[in-house]
């Protein structure tokens, strides 16, 4: 009947100017694509060259290279009979653009390899994590396309001098398709409500969307609410992976149909290609938009630019094929997010880095073991890919073991082999700590050592005390509040070089080839206020707590405690944060970062995302919490903790800008290099912003007490 129509839509583990294996991936999506009967296939944002590149956008080279590989997809018999839907960089009078490119490499007319038209990005992501402005202009042209005069190497390939280029639909011989790209679905002015009120039945979003906690399900009611209102086909495709940087795609390929969900791809996993089909059919579309939308598809309006294409999605004798029905996408919870996000992120760091695992400090506190969790994660993660016959994971892990036959059982094992975890004790840690960073470690099945750091923090303090004559104490020996800080620091700055020599040479003591990646464990709530040492042990190659909160990490590791069977958690859970770089008070713990910080996590994570998310400053914090702790705190209390906070975040700002790159999974992440710009020297007094607070506050207790 030539009505029903497969399509596909995919998830690529692209590399940012890996152009190599990017092509590799691509070509492999589009062949997996036609084996399921697709005549039409979808990919991520930028995929050719990389959606992470950043200033090499800039350099000719990054676009000769992208041309380079259209045009081996060009010739590739794998592209024939299927319009292929790609995504590169491409510059136009002098102007860079974040470009689909749709062709068609035609088996029934072999010399009908044709790029049909290249539709540039019109609406920017230029908030948070991204910078596309800085690279690429939207294309303000609507309804208008220009003619873009293609490089000689595809011009010897196609036979074509120029092609259309601009805001344009490709209309084939049975349906139409209008492009979004990521941010346009997001945007209030979505390109899909006027295409679709011009008759365009099909829409696609080419994305690079990073994951954020709990962000799952907005991008899912977009992309059915995008065809609840007026009816359509919608494909999505993303990006997967960690392609160079601090953010870590997570994929959710989907395809939708009139407001449900047909087909979906997963969230989290190691496979580098997958590739999402649904058959639906065209006339449910058309029957879904004869009641809801003809009144305003008859009202007049600019229609689309349609470029026709002598090509259909559908055959004629598709009567018996039978069409997607429509499913409940299943959301994990935050607890299994932090499992599977960072542990997916650690992997391809790991891999692509060339190293042959990691190193982490391990304390025996929240932060470090929830480090040490992840990746364990990762190691249950890679059994199981290699399980179900993941060849890729497999090759890749032999690489990093350094082991062509190695296979590997079971993640404990796993984890013995690249993961190597160590106690940095000195005379102020405890037995307590020392033993609940052994039992975890036993558990996990890290390599553990116990390493006493006395004898180098001596040795520092004795070259300090040769020059200057003087010993600092601590403040419980009578020492000043600047000797106790300073006795502090050269503790957690001790184990950060320790870190970074185990990691050097631990394999080489023992006879095994490569080095170990360093793995820091600060999370987002102490990065917010500064409370950790300049080049302290949370000073590592990378951190993936670091986007985290304390409150999503406690759950995390109940999380852990029973997915992994892992009881030495509920210990860990059970004990005070705390330091330990102060002396013991008759064995025990007297030092607890809560009580150092001046606040609780939990209050914490509420100031962080007033700061960040309802960019709130002093003044308006204060106004908002007064209402918010309501019932805790007084308006002079309110006053104080806003005030403390606004002190440590000023004071240690500087800290933000050295900080090991993270895990990008908190919208108030306050990560300078990337997410959160602002100053790094501040006035810490906050004078007219304090004296404004001050003076809200005898407002309300003049009227308090007259009532």
Request: a negative charge; glycine letters at 6%.
């Amino acid at each position: 009947m030539g009505r029903k129509v497969t399509l596909a839509t995919c998830s690529l583990n692209q590399w940012s100017l890996d152009f190599e294996g990017n092509l590799e991936r691509i070509l492999k999506s589009i062949e997996i694509a036609k084996t399921h009967g697709a005549k039409y296939r979808l990919g991520p944002e930028l995929e050719i060259c990389g959606y992470g590149c950043a200033d090499h956008f800039y350099e000719s080279d990054t676009l000769l290279h992208s041309f380079q590989v259209l045009r081996k997809l060009l010739e590739s018999p794998v592209t024939q009979d299927i319009i292929c839907d790609v995504g590169m960089p491409i510059m136009h009078h002098n102007v860079r653009y974040n470009c689909r490119v749709l062709f068609l490499n035609s088996m029934l007319a072999p010399s009908c390899r044709k790029i049909l038209l290249i539709r540039p990005k019109m609406l920017m992501a230029n908030h948070g994590s991204y910078r596309e402005l800085r690279w690429f202009s939207p294309w303000n042209q609507l309804r208008k396309t220009e003619e873009y005069f293609l490089p000689r190497m595809i011009q010897e390939v196609t036979g074509q001098d120029t092609v259309p280029f601009g805001d344009c639909v490709l209309s084939t011989k049975d349906t139409c398709i209008g492009t979004e790209i990521c941010a346009e679905l997001w945007n209030p002015r979505s390109p899909h409500i006027d295409m679709g009120l011009d008759g365009v039945e099909i829409f696609t979003n080419s994305s690079a969307s990073h994951h954020e906690l709990r962000k799952a399900d907005q991008r899912v009611n977009l992309v059915r609410s995008a065809t609840t209102k007026s009816g359509g086909i919608y494909l999505y495709a993303n990006q997967r992976g960690c392609d160079g940087d601090r953010v870590y795609y997570d994929g959710c390929a989907m395809v939708a149909i009139n407001g449900d969900l047909v087909a979906q791809g997963a969230q989290f996993s190691l496979n580098d290609v997958e590739v999402i089909t649904a058959t639906v059919d065209l006339e449910d579309v058309r029957s879904y938009r004869g009641e809801l939308c003809q009144p305003l598809m008859e009202s007049e309006h600019k229609p689309c630019h349609r470029v026709k294409v002598d090509f259909p999605l559908s055959t004629c004798d598709d009567f018996y094929l039978p069409t997607h029905q429509p499913i409940m996408w299943h959301f994990h919870t935050p607890e299994e997010e932090i499992s599977l996000g960072p542990a997916c992120w650690l992997w391809d760091y790991l891999r692509r880095s060339g190293q042959a695992g990691f190193l982490l400090p391990l304390s025996g506190g929240v932060d470090s073991s929830s480090t040490a969790c992840l990746v364990h994660s990762m190691c249950v993660l890679l059994c199981q890919a290699v399980e179900d016959g993941n060849t890729q994971v497999l090759k890749d892990i032999r690489r990093v073991v350094g082991d062509d036959s190695y296979f590997p059982q079971q993640a404990k094992e796993l984890c013995g082999r690249i993961f190597t975890t160590c106690y940095m004790a000195s005379e102020n840690s405890s037995e307590d700590t020392r033993n609940r960073a052994k039992e975890l470690a036993s558990q996990i099945g890290s390599s553990h050592m116990n390493i006493n750091i006395d004898m180098a923090v001596k040795g520092i303090l004795g070259i300090f005390s040769a020059v200057t004559g003087r010993w600092p104490q601590f403040h419980a020996n009578g020492g000043s509040h600047r000797e106790n800080l300073a006795l502090q620091n050269v503790q957690a700055r001790v184990r950060m070089v320790l870190a970074y020599l185990f990691a050097q040479l631990s394999l080489w003591a023992s006879g095994r080839p490569g080095g170990l990646l360093v793995l820091g464990s600060a999370n987002v709530d102490e990065s917010l206020t500064g409370y950790f040492t300049k080049y302290d042990c949370s000073s590592a190659d990378i951190n993936p707590i670091g986007g985290i909160s304390k409150t999503d990490l406690k759950g995390f590791l109940l999380y852990c405690a029973e997915q992994f069977q892992l009881s030495a958690l509920r210990g860990i859970l059970a004990a005070p944060p705390t330091a330990e770089l102060e002396p013991l008070t008759d064995g025990q713990v007297s030092q607890t970062d809560e009580a150092d910080m001046g606040m609780t996590y939990s209050e914490l994570s509420v100031i962080g995302r007033l700061r960040k998310i309802s960019k709130c400053g002093p003044f308006s914090m204060f106004c908002k919490l007064i209402h918010m702790w309501k019932e805790v705190l007084s308006p002079t209390e309110v006053a104080q903790k806003v005030k403390h906070f606004f002190w440590m975040y000023s004071v240690n700002r500087h800290k933000m800008t050295t900080v090991t790159p993270s895990y990008h999974a908190e919208s108030y992440s306050p990560d300078d290099n990337r997410f959160d710009l602002r100053p790094f020297l501040y006035n810490t007094h906050w004078t007219w912003q304090f004296r404004c607070i001050d003076t809200q506050v005898s407002q309300m207790t003049a009227n308090t007490s007259k009532q």
